[in-house]
């Protein structure tokens, strides 16, 4: 594991809590010098990358560009892996989330909403990051695979799936009956 400081530390797990990796806002107490020289270190290492900010949607600027617009951080694969957060079940959770329409009778969501949210970190080596990896394989996975795989039963596979995959993180996820298999539960476009 790369050596990070408290702050680097601190900007990559608010940013695995948050939809999008949203590296932004930022501790509160660093700003100016200290946060240009941090967030520069940390995109320098690959831990963050500058992406235009949707100030529609509410995200917070980490600088104006000049032309009206503005841009904001998000932490990487590269950064969630320093932190000793998997990457692909980490990415998958972003993408979800982006692709996630917004209902148009919601408000837009501020920057205080972001830090209400709860927080939706998946450690490595858990049995919710082995079954994202399952479903994000080509062909899928079977209820009887996911129970092979985390010695759960299939009742607690199923309700995995529904509750905290789908409900709870937003993935979209298919099922389809295959002959041979039963049903199979994919993770799209991940």
Not at 34 to 60: H, Q, S, Y
Request: hydrophobic share 45%.
């Amino acid at each position: 594991m790369p050596k990070l400081t408290d702050t680097q530390t601190i900007i990559l797990s608010r940013a695995a809590t948050r939809p999008g990796n949203l590296a932004m806002p930022l501790p509160e107490g660093l700003h100016g010098a200290a946060a240009k020289m941090a967030v520069n270190r940390m995109i320098t290492n690959g831990w963050v990358e500058e992406v235009d900010a949707d100030l529609r949607k509410g995200e917070p600027l980490w600088r104006e560009t000049g032309d009206g617009h503005g841009t904001t951080l998000i932490a990487t694969e590269a950064g969630l892996a320093a932190i000793g957060i998997e990457p692909v079940a980490a990415s998958a959770v972003a993408s979800a989330r982006k692709r996630k329409p917004q209902m148009a009778a919601e408000p837009a969501p501020t920057a205080g909403d972001a830090d209400a949210r709860k927080p939706v970190t998946i450690r490595a080596g858990t049995k919710q990051a082995q079954i994202i990896a399952l479903l994000q394989r080509p062909e899928g996975a079977s209820i009887a695979e996911i129970v092979e795989a985390t010695a759960w039963q299939a009742h607690t596979a199923r309700g995995a799936i529904s509750g905290a995959l789908k409900k709870k993180l937003g993935l979209p996820i298919t099922a389809e009956k295959v002959e041979g298999r039963g049903t199979v539960y994919r993770l799209e476009n991940a």
